[in-house]
């Protein structure tokens, strides 16, 4: 991505700093897209050999697929402050404000390097130091800087070439009988794509020899291309087809695994029943040896086995258990014949509905690869919708749905099922309710944390209370300790509110 294609992107985003961060998302290993309110997303593309700085409306999906795009997530957080280019060249700097909480999240630099093939994105500190990056460079790689956590960031080497934001016309004479594509070479932030459109722009060949008539329109042509550079810079049809599969992939693999569990099973029960009616054969030796020892059992010396001649006359052994006689023995055979010719009934019931049944999720699954991605989300939906509704529900001023769980068990899993950008809260230090505020990262009001935080505090041990301090933080960062008790969590990064513990007016 050439630098004045860059700069463009840059200047439109510092006209409306600082900025709050609404969250990150990750569409795949090489992408990261901060959310910007009231901008959009900007979309940050840092794997080589292509990397993209470009705005994109909507909200992109995508957890961290990386150990790199995890830390991102933890470390840049709060408003964006501050994003500048370094000159025209292809590195750009983003300045995070940080959040403050029971854990502080300390400002940050994220320093982004478009530089083709050595593209790269580094995390760094406050005062320049490497936290983190996506690809470290030794100085096998590079003899002039190392790229590595704990080391200072160096930028890439200093240039000369003439800055078309400030260029003055006399600063072109000295190009007087060199060809524009010498001139070009030497204008800093303008590459193959930007000179082929300043030549277009100016309707001269690249070749073409510079006379100081040339100049004049050479730079109105430059100026112009700093204000309107005129090339897209936004995701190519193909990234965003990749991105589009990639959702509709993880749309389709819960549905997919499902189903899969459904078929293993009910797979497994098939065998059980067919080893039940199988076992039929079994059921007849117990109840012909029950028949031999109620005939025979009297006459019977006491020992392990039973040696006698059937009702045909031929030879028969069967085993007894120590401790009882033959007519008990005969008594357990019955039994056991009886269960196992239940089963055999029950199982020949069963089996040709189960078949059925098997056959039907196999069609699922089958038909599953083919459905497009609305009937997936369409699905999804559904299936989310049928899960458990539990605890008090009710709509807050900006119209996000608010959970209040009554019990132990209702806080443990209002608080599991709530998505991670929610906001979750809670009476500081007291028993009581936890409170979701169903947000899923959209912005909110003052007056809806101050509706959730007076239900989190009405329904604690403060109730009727006045100045009730509670405490809200997102979700992701709240967690149930190992062997803890339902609705015992611990949470970081909480934000305190203080209310008085009676019903919203509303």
């Known amino acids: 991505m050439e630098g004045l294609l860059i700069h463009a992107v840059v200047r439109e985003i510092a006209g409306h700093l600082p900025l709050r961060s609404l969250g990150w998302a990750f569409p795949d290993e090489g992408t990261a897209a901060l959310l910007l309110e009231g901008l959009g997303n900007l979309v940050l593309r840092y794997r080589p050999p292509h990397p993209l700085l470009t705005l994109e409306p909507g909200r992109l999906e995508g957890q961290a697929k990386t150990p790199f795009q995890r830390l991102l997530e933890a470390r840049c957080k709060g408003r964006l402050l501050k994003m500048e280019q370094l000159k025209l060249d292809r590195v750009v700097m983003l300045e995070f404000e940080g959040e403050k909480g029971f854990v502080d999240t300390a400002p940050t630099r994220l320093v982004f390097e478009l530089t083709g093939r050595n593209a790269n994105l ?31 960031y160096t930028p890439p080497p200093p240039y000369q070439k003439l800055d078309p934001r400030t260029l003055q016309a006399e600063e072109l004479e ?79 693999k819960p549905l997919r695994e499902a189903l899969r569990r459904q078929l293993k099973t009910l797979k497994a029960r098939l065998q059980d029943y067919t080893r039940a009616w199988e076992r039929l054969e079994e059921a007849q030796r117990l109840r012909h040896w029950a ?11 006491p020992g392990p086995v039973a040696r006698l001649e059937d009702f045909s006359g031929q030879p028969v052994e069967i085993p007894l258990e120590a401790g009882l006689s033959p007519i008990q023995n005969a ?49 999804n939906r559904k299936i989310k919708a049928k899960g458990p509704q539990v605890g008090l529900r009710c709509k807050s001023p900006g119209g996000f749905e608010v959970w209040v769980g009554r019990n132990s068990k209702e806080n443990d899993l209002l608080t599991r099922m709530a998505h991670s950008e929610d906001l979750w809260f809670h009476a500081q230090g007291l028993p009581g309710s936890h409170v979701i505020l169903r947000t899923q990262g959209q912005a909110t009001s003052l007056s809806d944390l101050l509706f959730a935080a007076q239900l989190a505090a009405y329904y604690s041990k403060a109730r009727g209370e006045k100045n009730v301090a509670v405490d809200y933080t997102a979700k992701k960062h709240v967690w149930r300790p190992r062997k803890a008790a339902p609705g015992q969590v611990l949470y970081t990064q909480g934000r305190t509110l203080f209310v008085d513990a009676e019903l919203p007016d509303s």
């Open 331 to 379: 008594s357990n055979f019955y039994a056991r014949a009886k269960r196992l010719e239940a089963n055999a009934e029950k199982a020949l019931e069963l089996i040709p509905a189960t078949e059925a049944q098997i056959a039907g999720l196999e069609r699922d699954l089958d038909q599953l690869e083919q459905l497009p991605r609305q009937t997936l989300l369409e699905q």
């Open 291 to 301: 028949d031999l020892l109620m005939a025979y059992g009297h006459s019977l010396p």
């Open 174 to 252: 000295p190009f007087v009988g060199q060809t524009l594509s010498q001139l070009i070479k030497n204008l800093d932030g303008v590459g193959k794509e930007l000179g082929a459109e300043l030549a277009r722009r100016a309707q001269l060949s690249p070749q073409t020899p510079l006379n100081p008539e040339h100049l004049p329109l050479i730079h109105r042509v430059i100026h112009s291309l700093v204000e309107q550079p005129g090339l897209q810079t936004q995701l190519t049809e193909e990234l965003r087809q990749a991105w589009e599969q990639e959702e509709t992939e993880a749309l389709r």
């Open 122 to 152: 580094i995390l760094c500190d406050q005062e320049g130091q490497i936290v983190g990056l996506d690809r470290p460079v030794t100085s096998a790689v590079n003899r002039f800087r190392e790229l590595r956590p704990g080391l200072p």
